[in-house]
C-alpha cells in the first residue's frame, strides 16, 4: 500500500486500477517454480476466492473505509447500481478514503475505489474504471495473478493441499495477497481486455462507451503520462486505439 506524500509521488505510483503493466504475468511461471507434481499447479477457483475475501476483509481493516451514509459510499452506490450481480458475478464496491488515484478487484467481486479516484473524475468515467476492473475479475486475470502469487511464494505453498485448496493463511500472508492486488501487475493483452470489457459493460447498461476512452483522457491530462495506468504497455495512444474499435463493434 502506497502512501502518497507528494504530487511528484503521485505521479509515480498513480495507477487507477492498481494495473502497473509490464507484462510480467507469466503463466509458466508457476509451474516452473512447482509446488511438487503430486500436488496441484492450479488452485481452486473457490479456495481462490475465499482466500481473495479474507485478503479483502484483512485491507479493510487497514484502510479507513467510507460508512454507508457518507457522501461517497452513496456516490460509489449511485454509479454501481445494478452491478452487484453481474454477469453471474457477485461484486462488493467499497470507497477508501486515500488520495491515491486508483482502484482494485480482486477475484471473489471484492472492488474497492479510492477516493483520490473519485474526485480524480465524474461518475461516468469512474464507471469506466470499475467496468475495467470487473473486466478483470470476469476474465480471470484477479484469479490467476493470486493464484500465481500463492504458488511462488514458497510459505504460501506450504498452506495449499491437495486438491488446490488454499488453507489457513497468516494476516501477513493475507496482506501481501491484498498488496498484490492492490498493485496489480497484468499483461497487456489483459489491460487492453479489461478496457473492452468496460466498453461492452457500458453499452450493455445503455451507458456512453466513450467513457472509458474519456477517463483515460482525464488521467492524462491530469497526471500526465507517468502513470503506471497510462505509460506505455500498452501506450496510450494503442489503448485508445483499441477501445475505439471495441466501440465501432457494438
Ligand atoms: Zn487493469
Given at each position: 500500500?502506497?502512501?502518497?506524500?507528494?504530487?511528484?509521488?503521485l505521479?509515480?505510483?498513480?495507477?487507477?486500477?492498481?494495473?502497473?503493466?509490464?507484462?510480467s504475468?507469466?503463466?509458466n511461471?508457476?509451474?516452473?517454480?512447482g509446488?511438487?507434481?503430486?500436488?496441484?499447479?492450479?488452485?481452486?477457483?473457490?479456495?481462490?476466492k475465499?482466500?481473495?475475501?479474507?485478503?479483502?476483509?484483512?485491507?479493510?481493516?487497514?484502510?479507513?473505509v467510507a460508512?454507508?451514509?457518507?457522501?461517497?459510499?452513496?456516490?460509489?452506490a449511485?454509479i454501481?447500481?445494478?452491478?452487484?450481480?453481474?454477469?453471474?458475478?457477485?461484486?462488493?464496491?467499497?470507497?477508501y478514503?486515500?488520495?491515491?488515484?486508483?482502484?482494485?478487484?480482486?477475484?471473489?467481486?471484492?472492488?474497492?475505489?479510492?477516493?483520490?479516484?473519485?474526485?480524480?473524475?465524474?461518475?461516468?468515467q469512474v464507471?469506466?474504471?470499475?467496468?475495467?476492473e470487473?473486466?478483470?475479475?470476469?476474465?480471470?486475470?484477479?484469479?490467476?495473478?493470486?493464484?500465481?502469487?500463492?504458488?511462488?511464494?514458497?510459505?504460501?505453498?506450504?498452506?495449499?493441499?491437495?486438491?488446490?485448496?488454499?488453507?489457513?493463511?497468516?494476516?501477513?500472508?493475507?496482506?501481501?495477497?491484498?498488496?498484490?492486488?492492490?498493485?496489480?501487475?497484468?499483461?497487456?493483452?489483459?489491460?487492453?481486455?479489461?478496457?473492452?470489457?468496460?466498453?461492452?459493460?457500458?453499452?450493455?447498461?445503455?451507458?456512453?462507451?466513450?467513457?472509458?476512452?474519456?477517463?483515460?483522457?482525464?488521467?492524462?491530462?491530469?497526471?500526465?503520462?507517468?502513470?503506471?495506468?497510462?505509460?506505455?504497455?500498452?501506450?496510450?495512444?494503442?489503448?485508445?486505439?483499441?477501445?475505439?474499435?471495441?466501440?465501432?463493434?457494438?
Open positions: 500500500m502506497k502512501r502518497i506524500t507528494s504530487m511528484a509521488t505521479a509515480a505510483v498513480l495507477s487507477v486500477s492498481g494495473c502497473a503493466t509490464d507484462g504475468f507469466d503463466a511461471k508457476a509451474m516452473a517454480v509446488i511438487g507434481v503430486a500436488q496441484a499447479v492450479t488452485l481452486d477457483e473457490d479456495s481462490v475465499h482466500t481473495a475475501s479474507l485478503a479483502a476483509k484483512e485491507m479493510d481493516g487497514k484502510n479507513q460508512g454507508s451514509g457518507s457522501a461517497y459510499a452513496q456516490r460509489l449511485q454501481t447500481a445494478g452491478l452487484q450481480n453481474y454477469k453471474g458475478m457477485k461484486f462488493d464496491f467499497k470507497v478514503m486515500a488520495p491515491e488515484i486508483n482502484a482494485f478487484a480482486m477475484a471473489d467481486g471484492t472492488v474497492r475505489v479510492y477516493s483520490g479516484l473519485m474526485d480524480a473524475m465524474p461518475d461516468d464507471l469506466a474504471v470499475i467496468g475495467h470487473i473486466g478483470h475479475v470476469y476474465h480471470k486475470h484477479s484469479f490467476e495473478q493470486m493464484q500465481q502469487k500463492i504458488l511462488t511464494d514458497s510459505a504460501m505453498q506450504a498452506a495449499v493441499s491437495v486438491g488446490g485448496v488454499v488453507g489457513d493463511l497468516t494476516q501477513g500472508q493475507l496482506g501481501q495477497l491484498a498488496y498484490v492486488a492492490v498493485n496489480a501487475q497484468f499483461s497487456q493483452q489483459d489491460e487492453l481486455e479489461s478496457d473492452e470489457f468496460a466498453v461492452k459493460m457500458l453499452h450493455n447498461m445503455g451507458k456512453d462507451p466513450y467513457s472509458m476512452k474519456r477517463a483515460i483522457a482525464t488521467l492524462e491530462a491530469k497526471y500526465g503520462s507517468g502513470s503506471s495506468f497510462l505509460s506505455s504497455h500498452p501506450s496510450n495512444k494503442d489503448r485508445i486505439k483499441r477501445i475505439q474499435k471495441a466501440i465501432d463493434r457494438l
